[in-house]
């Protein structure tokens, strides 16, 4: 084999083993998450009874209650906020949502030391190596070891999560609206795919008190969100409630509904897909601020929607 050839299947080989190892991520957190289901129980069951006083409400009521949460919440869509004016400022070069960490991107959230502290609580990536006595275990968090360590010579970008929000309220403008108005609407075939989190994990995970057991102590998973209702804010699990008595009504603009409840910019269930987001398989619709097409960049990112739209079949709304 030519030494090129040599050289382009090791990266090929990488790059699959890196994938897997993000796959293997999300598989080991959802072990950790099922061992105190029953403890996550309880602790949302005690919130939702606070929440609705002076009512006065059983085990039984408060658990038919949590049900319809749970619901709402694996109902909703996943949306990637932006601005569009910023975001198709440039013709999409590639056929995916990329993470920072792959295509090294300075808008929006912090880049870098601090982007991978706050991962490495989350989902432990360094500290996984040889730390479970089964082979296929030991084997996996190997992997997340190898390509996850952002300072190693293997790294992959591709292992670290592409963040959405979880826009339980329905609202128009999608829950991470701060990012931006416009947003991509995902396929729900992703959901099952991410983790998530009751806050933004920055605010969450870089808390000078943070540590990885404490960070993942919170972290969720699709088949179990017992734990974002066990630690959302108050204002969160109000708005939560309101949405499915339908006393918050959908469709509602980000900036009124943040008004109404007075909560912060970073108020939002947080979500991290660990897969790749390809644009023609995974965009169920694009969503466009007008307001974006009127500012700098506007008229040409409006000619690189409508390209984008129709290369990728996606609907524009």
């Not at 009512?55 to 619901?71: E, N, T, Y």
Request: charged share 30%; aromatic share 8%.
């Amino acid at each position: 084999m030519a030494p090129n050839s040599k050289k382009r299947h090791k990266v090929e080989r990488d790059m699959i083993l890196a994938r897997l190892a993000g796959v293997e991520t999300l598989g080991l957190l959802g072990q950790k998450v099922e061992q105190t289901s029953a403890a996550d129980r309880t602790r949302a069951l005690t919130r939702i009874k606070t929440a609705m006083l002076p009512a006065v409400i059983d085990d039984s009521v408060a658990g038919q209650v949590l049900d319809m949460l749970l619901r709402q919440l694996r109902d909703a869509p996943l949306n990637i906020n932006f601005r569009a004016n910023e975001f198709f400022a440039e013709k999409p070069k590639i056929d995916r949502y990329q993470s920072k960490f792959e295509k090294m991107r300075t808008a929006g959230a912090p880049m870098g030391k601090s982007r991978d502290e706050a991962e490495q609580k989350m989902f432990g990536y360094t500290s996984a190596k040889g730390a479970n006595p089964t082979a296929g275990e030991s084997a996996a968090k190997d992997r997340m070891a190898q390509y996850g360590d952002w300072t190693g010579p293997e790294f992959q970008g591709i292992i670290r999560p592409r963040y959405c929000s979880l826009n339980f309220a329905h609202l128009r403008d999608g829950f991470g609206a701060q990012w931006g108005r416009s947003h991509f609407v995902l396929r729900d075939h992703l959901k099952p795919n991410a983790s998530y989190l009751h806050t933004d994990s920055f605010d969450e995970a870089l808390d000078r008190k943070a540590t990885e057991a404490s960070v993942q102590a919170k972290m969720a998973t699709f088949h179990n969100m017992t734990r974002l209702v066990a630690n959302m804010p108050d204002v969160m699990l109000e708005m939560l409630i309101d949405s499915v008595s339908t006393k918050l009504q959908r469709d509602q603009a980000w900036d009124a509904v943040k008004k109404k409840y007075n909560f912060g910019s970073t108020l939002y269930v947080e979500a991290q897909v660990h897969a790749e987001i390809i644009f023609g398989r995974d965009l169920a619709e694009l969503r466009i601020c007008r307001e974006d097409l009127t500012k700098p960049n506007g008229d040409t990112a409006k000619k690189h929607i409508e390209k984008f739209a129709s290369k990728h079949k996606v609907t524009i709304t």
